[in-house]
């Protein structure tokens, strides 16, 4: 296995830090409707507001979050402007991140060191996302 741990460290704190951007380009999709679809509708619609409230003015917490995420934060904003729109290439967009954020890496064989990377399915490569 190549790298320390603090390496490690270091990569699964900017994989945490990942995990709530994405969140919150999930809910403000709307993504958060098949997790709980008992909610009633005025709390899903809150959840989004909030998302894109903070995916797009926040001043505060929204660099810091995407500087410890490795992700440039103007980005992530012009995305989160494409998902106020309702743009439904920004939504599945949304859902291919989040699908190729959660597919674990497989080892190949003996070496910890080889991981399946090939590109899915769509010829999309997961690692573009992060």
């Not at 999930?26 to 009633?40: E, K």
Request: glycine fraction near 6%; proline fraction near 3%.
């Amino acid at each position: 296995m190549t790298g320390n741990s603090q390496d490690l460290d270091i990569e699964a704190e900017q994989n945490l830090w990942k995990a709530v951007v994405l969140q919150a380009l999930l809910d403000a999709a709307g993504q958060s409707r098949g997790t709980f679809a008992r909610w009633p509708e005025w709390k899903h619609e809150a959840i989004k507001t909030e998302a894109l409230r903070w995916l797009l003015y926040d001043e505060d917490d929204f660099f810091t979050v995407c500087e410890m995420a490795g992700i440039d934060a103007r980005v992530i904003r012009q995305f989160g402007s494409r998902l106020e729109r309702g743009e439904t290439e920004a939504k599945l967009l949304v859902v291919h991140f989040r699908d190729s954020f959660y597919r674990k890496k497989r080892p190949l064989g003996e070496n910890e060191d080889e991981y399946d990377d090939e590109p899915g399915e769509d010829g999309t490569d997961p690692a573009s996302f992060y």
